[in-house]
């Protein structure tokens, strides 16, 4: 934020962010004034972002609305066979754990459980000799992220 009137950065004055017009939080402009306020959009889609600084006794209110396009990640899915225990391990493209995303296990096209990965982005399930079999790990996708898949 820079005063119109000389030029110079207006630190300390606190900036309200909408989405979609819904207000999600302020923040206070740095000595810079820099604005910055994190926010992590729950899908992919179009969003409008609209920034509000209400007028003072010394300076008059301002406001700015900027579009983006938020999209899909993709997703990477490791498979870990160890004798009979299957460990799937669902991460973004960045390295990120996923959690709480359904993991599909096929053998010959044929859907043999599910499971639901934990914090740390896994799921294990056990299968008899799973070291013999061709198992299929799947992670479908959702609003977030694209699937992916992987085979034993």
């Keep these: ?8 950065p207006m630190a300390n004055k606190t900036i309200d962010f909408y989405i979609n017009g819904i207000y999600i ?8 004034g820099v604005v910055k306020l994190n926010y992590t959009f ?6 409008q972002i609209f920034t509000k600084f209400n007028e003072i006794e010394t300076q008059y209110g301002s406001n700015a609305t900027n579009h983006t396009q938020v999209v ?6 490791e498979i870990v066979v160890e004798g009979n225990k299957i460990t799937v391990i ?11 995303k359904e993991i599909i296990f096929r053998e010959n096209g044929v ?17 008899k000799d799973a070291y ?7 992670f479908i996708g959702d609003e977030k992220y ?4 992987d085979i034993t």
């Design 1 to 8: 934020m820079i005063d119109k009137s000389n030029g110079i």
């Design 25 to 32: 939080g302020s923040a206070v402009a740095d000595q810079n």
């Design 42 to 47: 729950k899908k992919a889609g179009n969003y």
């Design 72 to 77: 899909k990640l993709p997703t990477i899915t």
């Design 90 to 100: 669902l991460t973004d493209e960045y390295g990120n754990l996923l959690k709480n």
């Design 111 to 127: 859907v043999n459980g599910t499971g639901i990965t934990n914090i740390n982005g896994q799921v294990t399930i056990y299968y």
């Design 132 to 138: 013999k079999y061709k198992i299929i790990a799947i």
């Design 146 to 149: 694209y699937g992916s898949s």
